[in-house]
């Protein structure tokens, strides 16, 4: 019997519609970009095998490689990543078999199927399963792992777990493979596994810095967690914008690389009359250490790269509200000069004053939310 049309199940629909398409949306955008680096790797493993001109590079090809892409604005492609990619295809050779027609087309020409499939030992994860089920930011934390049987391990547990790239790095740095191996009852720690893990979000995640750097997006337009912390930021810049006390706007979730992870900073000012930088960090919950930890390794990046000559060192501002609560710290991060410290108490927003706004503002988008 054909179901009624009711508005709620027009509701449920077209739900249902979005959430189909968003889901395959990822999958294609994340296929396309796994493809193209491991594409990259392959040619790269090819130039290095018979390449006319390689003696002229040697040891310095990755370098001088990753300095004509930059140039020419081809994303992600530094000296590390490309070296990323060449592991990725020299321990996924296999995904040689899943090339569509139109993509088989982009192969070097000495290529061929069965010589790519010889090049590593045995996968261990069918392709088009990893393909379909692992976007790239997992298989850049697989590739680390050098071991096959390890990494074919977390293929699987991830996978089967659905896991998200934070919980596949969790696992993996909690050494779960060896605490596997050294159990007794290997099901029953499986099972106790993957009854915690945080798992992928199944819409299009176009979060991730590989994903929105290839689709050619800004880190604006995608980097806001939340609706209620997208108004926040929008109100707290123009706020700090208006107190006219020498806030110049900068960058709104300004991306740094520490190390391996990318980091985002929410709001980035420059303090002309303090003459320094100015982070600042909104949490969304209660102070705690791990925040303030967070923002001063942001300030000291900012202090080591970004300082320039004749500049104070970089000041952070931390905000962090749950409910109608509003805690302020500022992270001095290694400013040692008092006359500083007091300027900087002067010209800065006072605490109290910051504290009546964040309040003010939480209690004006939480109305707006429940009427909406």
Request: with cysteine; aromatic share 10%; glycine share 6%.
């Amino acid at each position: 019997m054909t179901q009624e049309m009711t508005f709620e199940n027009l509701i449920s629909s077209i739900q249902q519609i979005h959430d189909e398409l968003a889901s395959q949306a990822r999958r294609a955008v994340n296929v396309s970009l796994t493809m193209r680096n491991w594409l990259i790797g392959c040619y790269i493993a090819e130039y290095e095998l018979s390449g006319a001109d390689r003696a002229a590079y040697g040891d310095e090809l990755l370098s001088s490689l990753a300095k004509e892409l930059t140039a020419r604005k081809v994303s992600n492609c530094n000296r590390r990543q490309l070296y990323r990619y060449l592991r990725f295809y020299r321990f996924y050779p296999q995904i040689v078999g899943t090339l569509s027609p139109q993509l088989g087309r982009l192969l070097p020409p000495q290529i061929e199927s069965e010589k790519v499939g010889s090049l590593s030992p045995q996968i261990f994860t069918p392709p088009e399963v990893i393909l379909g089920n692992l976007s790239y930011s997992h298989i850049d934390l697989l590739v680390d792992i050098d071991d096959d049987l390890k990494r074919a391990f977390y293929e699987i547990e991830c996978i089967r777990g659905n896991w998200s790239v934070r919980e596949l790095k969790r696992q993996i740095r909690s050494f779960y493979y060896e605490r596997s191996g050294l159990s007794k009852d290997k099901k029953k720690l499986a099972k106790l596994v993957q009854s915690g893990v945080e798992p992928a979000n199944p819409k299009l995640n176009v979060r991730d810095p590989y994903i929105f750097e290839f689709l050619g997006l800004k880190s604006r337009e995608v980097m806001s967690e939340s609706h209620l912390e997208e108004q926040l930021l929008d109100k707290l810049q123009e706020f700090l914008l208006e107190l006219g006390n020498g806030f110049c706007f900068e960058a709104r979730q300004k991306r740094i690389l520490i190390g391996d992870t990318h980091n985002f900073v929410d709001l980035v000012f420059y303090h002309r009359i303090l003459k320094c930088h100015v982070l600042v960090e909104l949490k969304l919950e209660e102070f705690s250490h791990e925040n303030i930890g967070q923002l001063n390794t942001y300030v000291s990046w900012y202090q080591k790269n970004m300082r320039s000559e004749g500049d104070n060192p970089p000041v952070g501002i931390l905000l962090c509200t749950q409910k109608d609560h509003a805690l302020v710290e500022y992270a001095l991060a290694g400013i040692g000069n008092d006359l500083f410290v007091s300027k900087y108490q002067l010209e800065l927003p006072a605490k109290d004053e910051m504290q009546r706004f964040i309040e003010e503002q939480m209690r004006e988008v939480k109305g707006i939310e429940r009427k909406t």
